[in-house]
């Protein structure tokens, strides 16, 4: 099971610290990700971790401005969004990816989601 939260309301240029807790075995194995979801589009990728933390991977979007990370001794997923844009508003989901091992980036690669969390930026 995986719980988002951490969204809400900001100003452009805000910041926002989403968190995707876990419970269950084996999240430390496995790639995580954030997806998102705006009205009338379909999901798309964000950003992922690898299951150390070493690794990182993201949507052009978003380089230099967000940050995803891990504490595997907590269960828990971050994403730091920085300079916020009106184009980021969305619904977001954290997902575990279907095998341990490399980082990955399709939604079809996950199989296990969070319920999500809005994220709304006003101009």
């Known amino acids: 099971q995986l719980q988002a939260s951490g969204g809400g309301l900001v100003q452009a240029g805000g910041s926002l610290r989403l968190s995707c807790a876990a419970s269950?075995?084996?999240?430390?194995?496995?790639?995580m990700g954030w997806f998102c979801q705006a009205p009338g589009k379909e999901r798309e990728f964000v950003a992922a971790v690898s299951w150390s933390g070493g690794t990182t991977n993201y949507a052009d979007s978003v380089k230099r401005r967000f940050v995803i990370s891990r504490d595997n001794a907590k269960n828990t997923v971050y994403l730091q969004m920085n300079s916020l844009k009106p184009e980021d508003t969305a619904v977001y989901y954290c997902?575990?990816?279907?095998?341990?091992?490399?980082?990955?980036?399709?939604?079809?690669?996950?199989?296990?989601w969070g319920q999500g969390t809005l994220v709304t930026v006003s101009s």
């Open positions: 997902a575990r990816a279907k095998w341990s091992g490399n980082i990955v980036a399709l939604t079809t690669d996950y199989d296990v």
């Open positions: 269950g075995r084996t999240f430390s194995a496995y790639c």
